[in-house]
């Protein structure tokens, strides 16, 4: 008897639907544009694609080795939650060295898995709901989709060509509000390959100042800055407090798969951060960091040959795309160049599909990386020298057919 | 190393106008500058690395380690110079360590090679002693791993 009247009770439950589970900011948010052409590369046989955004280069030996070495003698335990204690100093010290950057690695240093936890934890650590973000674009496809899911509002800025795609002082002063309280700077930036070099930098130090702004700063390809040296907003006078660095060892070390990044700041932010990531993460996977701490102490020589190789590649692949008619503006850092196809009478996104079907070459749609990437693409030169030659040559055949 | 150098060391088949783009040179400067270091004899020859294990035929290799008695007047110049004359010789290095002269040699066969020794080098005058190590497999020459390795897979696009 007490059966039936249970079973009665449930009669009104609305058939399932998964879907009326999920958040709804998640529901919203629309799919990432490279999801799209990742699949569509993916059918295609003997596609040469520059469209990866990470190293061709495998970890250096010693590097892997060092890690393997760690599992032998049994390294398999948590960490510190905020990193080991020597790759935080390991850390502190080269940004000491390189930059000057005086860091205390026992509470102004986090160390994160991979920059993309790091981006997460500082827009989660430092927005209210409905702040706000400028977000200079174009630019690497996480920022907006991160500082919604902590609740804020991005702002993003357009970024244009004949800036060489530095992001403008009038730019983000128009985009502030009595809201937003960070500014996201990703320099050399991916997509775009694009620096900004110290008084680029100093520009906009007034603008942070006068609105009272933290500056989150993606160094994440801090090092391939080709011949010149990386400037950091928090090298600027007076802006070290004000900026949370971003950095990791995935793109200069060749590490992406390990995920280690680290974030650098005020003891106040980076305490913030480290409070999220001890309850979300715990700590970064403990081999990485045994690895990314070989990597730190005996590195350098092999950081810098492929730095070196990069460095060739984009000579040879930025002076092939304006030869075949691809005007490019001269990319100074990461391993992107970024073409413009303005005169072909196609969207990017049209201009990468057709290359892709007609010639078999995979290049990325700038639009993917905001709406001022409309009209250019996205091409990663970090892939083998043949490959760019062929590629080029494949570009030019495609181009003669428009 | 000087940076056209560096290219030509990996890669003797770039040709100037290849080297001119990865520098962001001219090819005529290239090609004078290659040019000058062929003269100065800085480049010496252009080879091609070959895995013979791949190859049918037979081919061996062998290191030599040679004990020198210096006489008057004649240093270890002299008997290098006249072991490296021989076409089975491939180079010819003084080192550090237990020996003087350590010589790669190659040939048809480990007989060829043994007959090479016993008759051309071991009565050379000076030469105190050898012996004779046949390379068994080659793993890695020129800066080239030889052993065939799957390729490490990258996703073909990401962000």
Same mark, same amino acid.
């Given at each position: ?24 900011? #998640? ?88 920059? &993309? ?30 500082? %919604? ?7 993003? #800025?357009? =970024? ?16 502030? =509000?009595? /809201?937003?309280? $960070? ?23 007034? #603008? ?5 702004? %933290? #500056? ?8 391939? &800055?080709?011949?010149?040296?990386? =400037? ?53 996977? =403990? ?52 073409? &413009? ?5 196609? $969207? &990017? ?39 760019? %030659? ?9 181009? /003669? $057919?428009? | ?59 061996? !290799? ?53 007959? !090479? ?9 000076? *030469? ?6 046949? *390379? ?24």
């Amino acid at each position: 008897m007490k059966k039936q009247t249970k079973k009665q009770s449930l009669k009104n439950v609305p058939p399932w639907d998964a879907k009326r589970h999920i958040n709804q900011s #998640v529901r919203d948010m629309p799919p990432s544009g490279i999801r799209k052409f990742f699949d569509l590369v993916n059918e295609m046989k003997g596609a040469i694609s520059l469209g990866v955004g990470e190293p061709d280069f495998v970890t250096p030996w010693h590097v892997r080795e060092a890690c393997i070495y760690s599992l032998e003698l049994g390294s398999t335990h948590y960490t510190s939650n905020k990193g080991m204690p020597e790759l935080r100093e390991a850390i502190c010290q080269e940004a000491k060295r390189d930059k000057g950057l005086e860091y205390d690695s026992s509470e102004e240093i986090l160390i994160t898995t991979g920059v &993309s936890e790091g981006v997460d934890l500082a827009f989660r650590a430092t927005l209210n709901p409905g702040e706000e973000a400028v977000v200079p674009e174009p630019c690497y496809v996480a920022y907006t989709p991160d500082i %919604i899911l902590a609740g804020g509002v991005p702002r993003t #800025v357009p =970024t244009h060509l004949e800036n060489e795609f530095r992001v403008q002082r009038e730019d983000i002063a128009r985009a502030v =509000t009595g /809201k937003t309280r $960070s500014l996201l700077l990703s320099y050399p930036n991916n997509p775009t390959g694009a620096i900004m070099t110290r008084p680029d930098l100093e520009d906009l130090a007034d #603008v942070v100042m006068e609105n009272d702004l %933290i #500056v989150i700063s993606d160094e994440v390809y801090g090092e391939l &800055s080709y011949n010149r040296d990386h =400037t950091s907003f928090a090298q600027l006078e007076g802006m070290k407090e004000r900026t949370i660095i971003l950095g990791g060892l995935s793109k200069s070390h060749a590490m992406t798969g390990w995920r280690i990044g680290y974030a650098l700041g005020d003891p106040a932010l980076i305490g913030a951060m480290t409070k999220i990531h001890q309850y979300t993460m715990l700590c970064a996977p =403990t081999m990485a960091q045994v690895a990314a701490l070989e990597a730190m102490q005996a590195g350098k020589e092999e950081m810098l040959q492929m730095r070196h190789e990069y460095n060739l590649r984009r000579r040879l692949f930025v002076s092939g795309l304006n030869r075949i008619g691809l005007d490019c503006f001269e990319p100074k850092g990461a391993f992107y160049a970024f073409p &413009s196809i303005e005169g072909f009478g196609l $969207s &990017s996104e049209e201009f990468a599909e057709r290359l892709l079907h007609e010639q078999k070459v995979a290049v990325v749609p700038g639009n993917v990386f905001g709406e001022s990437g409309e009209g250019f693409l996205r091409c990663s030169y970090a892939t083998s020298r043949e490959e760019l %030659i062929e590629a080029l040559d494949r570009m030019e055949t495609f181009i /003669k $057919s428009l | 190393m000087h940076e056209i150098l560096q290219i030509l060391y990996e890669n003797a088949k770039a040709t100037p106008s290849e080297i001119a783009a990865l520098l962001g040179r001219s090819e005529e400067e290239v090609a004078e500058k290659i040019k000058e270091m062929e003269d100065a004899g800085i480049i010496r020859k252009y080879i091609t690395l070959i895995n013979w294990e791949k190859l049918d035929q037979s081919v061996v !290799f062998a290191v030599l380690e040679l004990k020198v008695a210096l006489q008057r007047k004649r240093g270890y110049d002299a008997v290098a110079e006249r072991i490296a004359r021989f076409s089975e010789v491939e180079s010819v290095r003084l080192v550090s360590g237990g020996h003087d002269l350590s010589v790669t040699v190659r040939g048809k066969s480990m007989k060829d090679i043994a007959y !090479f020794v016993a008759e051309k080098i071991a009565p050379l005058e000076g *030469i105190q002693s050898t012996c004779t190590h046949f *390379i068994l497999k080659s793993y890695k020459e020129h800066g080239a791993i030889l052993t065939d390795q799957p390729k490490p897979e990258r996703l073909v696009i990401t962000p």
